[in-house]
């Protein structure tokens, strides 16, 4: 529930001055049904995001998939979340593995970026060729030209509607060389 809607309940709905002690989800909606999905990505759409590749590897195999949905928690500890398409079977391996590395990508990387999208045909056993890995604490691969990469320990997963959210305590964090970002925008890579 956005402010606008809890605003509402309280003012509108003859809730009472209390009613910020009810918890969100059991508050009536009293609001329109959800706003429409196209409408929503043509927002995303104007909404700029570092584009990251976030990386795991279970029983030998590896696992990269290009995200822009992904960011801070805290700096204390240090924690970062990744939302991930829940509808991709290969996206399971994330679960079952319990690490993640987050690498931010530099321009250069848009290739990079574009593979493990899988926009540009290179098949999932050749992703990884395309970039040298390293390991750090956890043994997840991480760019070793990346921006900054994350190397995380998976601490909690929330599954919100089509996609689930992983949480990560950042155990260790590797620094590439300083690079301009890439950016995706206006349903397009951009860089910064
Ligand atoms: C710029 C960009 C950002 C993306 N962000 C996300 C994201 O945040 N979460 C997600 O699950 N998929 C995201 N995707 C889609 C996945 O990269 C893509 O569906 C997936 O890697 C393809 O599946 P495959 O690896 O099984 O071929 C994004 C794709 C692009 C090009």
Redesign the pocket.
């Known amino acids: 529930m956005d402010i606008k809607r809890l605003l509402h309940h309280i003012l509108v709905s003859n809730a009472g001055p209390t009613a910020y002690l009810t918890p969100f989800h059991e508050m009536p909606l009293t609001d329109q049904p959800f706003l429409d999905p196209v409408l929503y990505r043509n927002g995303m759409a104007r909404y700029a995001?570092h584009?990251q590749v976030v990386t795991t590897e279970f029983e030998g195999v590896s696992r990269g998939?290009?995200?822009?949905?992904?960011c801070s928690v805290s700096d204390n500890p240090p924690s970062v979340l990744?939302?991930?398409?829940g509808s991709?079977a290969?996206?399971a391996v994330f679960g079952k593995s319990g690490v993640f590395a987050l690498n931010s990508l530099a321009a250069h990387h848009q290739p990079l970026?574009?593979a493990?999208?899988?926009?540009s045909g290179v098949p999932?056993g050749e992703r990884f060729l395309l970039g040298d890995w390293v390991r750090l604490v956890t043994g997840a691969p991480v760019l070793a030209d990346a921006v900054v990469g994350f190397d995380c320990r998976l601490t909690d997963i929330k599954q919100v509607s089509t996609?689930f959210v992983m949480f990560g305590e950042v155990k260790a964090i590797h620094f590439g060389p300083e690079a301009p970002s890439l950016i995706?925008l206006d349903r397009g890579?951009h860089t910064l």
């Open positions: 995001g584009v998939v290009t995200v822009t949905a992904a990744v939302c991930l398409n991709n290969n996206n970026a574009m493990f999208a899988g926009l999932l996609h995706y890579f």
